[in-house]
């Protein structure tokens, strides 16, 4: 069970747009940066935000980050086919012993 | 062009060791914190460990603090990491992933494709 809690599945048009939720808690997303990440199957994951709602180079302006107390949303506007894919939350822990952590992960169907 | 390239993962029994080296070039491997991630399958991503640019410091998950080992040698660029006392929960496709900064870090900006390490008897 993730320490981040992220709905299983979400699924939208293309053209749309679709939001994906990470609650977490003070012991994380209520003190760090989030980073989000596009994971296709059998392929390397890509970080697609960090530092909450920064983009690294490459990545489109239709992907933003936002963060508000203990949860973050990905924002994907302008849905394509090429979308569809498992996206993570991830961030510090700040508990006993520092750790990264990861939500349980979201699948993103383009319908 | 940036390349993290891990090897080692096979088949291994309940109990053994086994050793995953990740190879990295494409940019200056010493000034970088580098971690490794797993996923088992059909499951979410699990971070397991991070090393800092140095090796000065080292984290772990729980789950495998006490078993699992990282390391790293900057002169050949390469990224390791130990498993002992494996079991069925350590059967997953495991990454090595670079951080955005010398330190620790959440922001894995860099993974490989992935090892496949299956823990069967």
């Known amino acids: 069970q993730s320490v981040l809690t992220q709905p299983p599945s979400v699924s939208a048009a293309p053209g749309q747009r679709v939001t994906i939720s990470c609650s977490g808690s003070?012991?994380?997303?209520?003190?760090?940066?989030v980073s989000w990440y596009q994971h296709l199957p059998g392929t390397a994951p890509k970080l697609l935000i960090y530092?909450?709602?920064k983009r690294p180079s490459g990545i489109p302006d239709r992907f933003s980050g936002s963060k508000s107390g203990t949860s973050a949303t990905l924002d994907i506007r302008g849905l394509q086919t090429g979308d569809e894919a498992v996206y993570y939350c991830?961030?510090?822990?700040?508990?006993?012993?520092?750790?990264?952590?990861f939500g349980g992960g979201t699948k993103l169907t383009v319908i | 062009q940036l390349q993290l390239e891990e090897s080692g993962g096979g088949v291994v029994q309940p109990g053994r060791s086994l050793r995953l080296s990740c190879a990295a070039s494409?940019?200056?491997?010493?000034?970088?914190?580098m971690h490794w991630v797993r996923q088992a399958p059909g499951k979410g991503l699990e971070w397991v460990t991070v090393?800092?640019?140095?090796?000065?410091?080292?984290f772990y998950a729980d789950s495998v603090k006490g078993r699992f080992t990282i390391s790293r040698d900057n002169s050949n660029n390469t990224l390791y990491l130990q498993m002992n006392s494996l079991s069925g929960d350590d059967t997953a496709v495991y990454y090595c992933?670079?951080?955005?900064?010398?330190?620790?870090?959440?922001?894995?900006?860099?993974w490989g494709q992935g090892t496949l390490v299956t823990v069967s008897s």
């Open positions: 530092d909450t709602n």
């Open positions: 090393i800092s640019y140095d090796g000065s410091k080292r």
């Open positions: 992933a670079r951080d955005m900064y010398s330190t620790s870090s959440q922001v894995l900006t860099s």
């Open positions: 494409g940019f200056t491997f010493s000034t970088y914190a």
């Open positions: 991830g961030t510090w822990n700040n508990s006993l012993s520092a750790t990264v952590v």
């Open positions: 003070n012991s994380n997303i209520g003190n760090n940066y």
